[in-house]
């Protein structure tokens, strides 16, 4: 849980920064806000000693690559293996009965018109691909859960889709956590990543380590989707 790690330091999570692609960052202004634990010789010290000393701390946290700290005492954060944020997803509550049925509510947009036009579309078709996809990957033997490498996440549309689910920790914490344009966003990066990125085997393709990963990729998705869409008073669709 390499955000749960970061938050323990900083005492609050850390935001996710950049695109991802290349490198997986995350600020925190942990340090300008007087967070963390003070050093027991002084009662108050600057942003920038403060920064210096969680950084320290923040180095010796497994899967942290580099902590720059930045003249202001602001702090930026690498980290070797993106693909940790998964851990820090909640697993999805089972699908309650009701998600076989139509769906009810629709929450902040439209049920209809079910096309790319209407937002809540395509966060609820979202949701249904990503289900429909573990139904795939057990009737094709991909490996799931403790099976799944997720390690082999380092494709562009893969980290996109990382890159939106490290900013959950985040948004819990926050008063608003602003799910409708959460949820659009991580509706928009899943659909590319499964548009480009099979996550099933596709033809005589054998199921791989690739495709494990990216169905537990899907798994954190559809959890996160379906927390959002409860708090927004939405029914999971289990088909669409």
């Not at 950084?55 to 497994?62: K, M, S, W």
């Not at 990543?193 to 990729?217: K, N, T």
């Amino acid at each position: 849980m390499i955000v749960g790690a970061l938050a323990a330091i900083l005492g609050s999570p850390p935001v996710p920064q950049g695109s991802w692609e290349r490198e997986a960052t995350f600020a925190s202004a942990a340090a300008l806000r007087g967070t963390g634990e003070p050093p027991r010789e002084t009662q108050k010290e600057a942003p920038k000693e403060t920064a210096e000393r969680l950084a320290g701390r923040l180095r010796a946290v497994p899967g942290v690559g580099r902590v720059d700290v930045r003249p202001n005492g602001f702090l930026v954060i690498a980290v070797t293996e993106p693909e940790d944020v998964l851990t820090d997803v909640p697993p999805a509550e089972p699908a309650p009965r009701e998600a076989l049925l139509p769906v009810t509510g629709t929450g902040p947009w439209p049920d209809f018109p079910r096309t790319w036009d209407n937002p809540g579309f395509a966060v609820r078709y979202a949701y249904a691909r990503a289900e429909a996809v573990r139904r795939w990957a057990r009737d094709l033997g991909v490996a799931t859960g403790a099976g799944a490498r997720p390690g082999r996440l380092d494709g562009p549309y893969d980290r996109a889709v990382l890159r939106v689910l490290a900013e959950l920790p985040s948004r819990r914490e926050s008063r608003d956590p602003g799910w409708p344009a959460y949820l659009e966003r991580l509706a928009a990066a899943y659909h590319d990543a499964f548009e480009h990125a099979a996550p099933i085997p596709q033809g005589d393709e054998e199921p791989s380590d690739v495709h494990a990963a990216r169905v537990r990729l899907g798994e954190a998705v559809r959890a996160v989707l379906a927390t959002g869409l409860r708090e927004l008073g939405v029914t999971p669709p289990h088909k669409i």
